[in-house]
């Protein structure tokens, strides 16, 4: 089983950033993928980021693209999420996940962590 938990959310003014990060956890952790979604009150839960963990290579979704870097920390199993130039509309709680290796579903999911930006 695997365990995600995610961290660095919270209350920020417009414009600023924020690093959110996610640490894996669980016996032979081993992933395709690992994302970030997040899911603002009233809409459905959407994709942010994705990186490849093998090969680093990262993913972004239209939204946000061009304010957001994925990373990974590999020998500490931990990925990260820096946000930049945040906006209202970017208030969410953002969601960490991960596939099974070999997979591209994802089948794991962290408790989410709150990010609210003020206008």
């Known amino acids: 089983q695997v365990q995600l938990v995610e961290s660095g959310g919270g209350l920020v003014q417009a414009g600023g950033s924020l690093r959110l990060s996610c640490a894996a956890s669980?016996?032979?952790?081993?992933?395709?993928?690992m994302g970030w979604f997040r899911q603002a009150p009233g809409k459905e839960r959407e994709f942010v980021a994705g990186i490849i963990w093998s090969t680093s290579r990262s993913y972004y979704a239209d939204s946000m693209k061009g304010r957001l870097t994925i990373s990974r920390a590999r020998a500490e199993n931990t990925v990260y999420l820096q946000m930049n130039s945040l906006k209202p509309e970017d208030t969410a709680v953002y969601y960490c996940?991960?596939?099974?290796?070999?997979?591209?579903?994802?089948?794991?999911w962290g408790q989410g962590t709150q990010v609210t930006v003020s206008s």
């Open positions: 669980g016996r032979s952790f081993s992933s395709y993928a």
């Open positions: 996940a991960a596939t099974g290796p070999g997979s591209s579903s994802y089948d794991y």
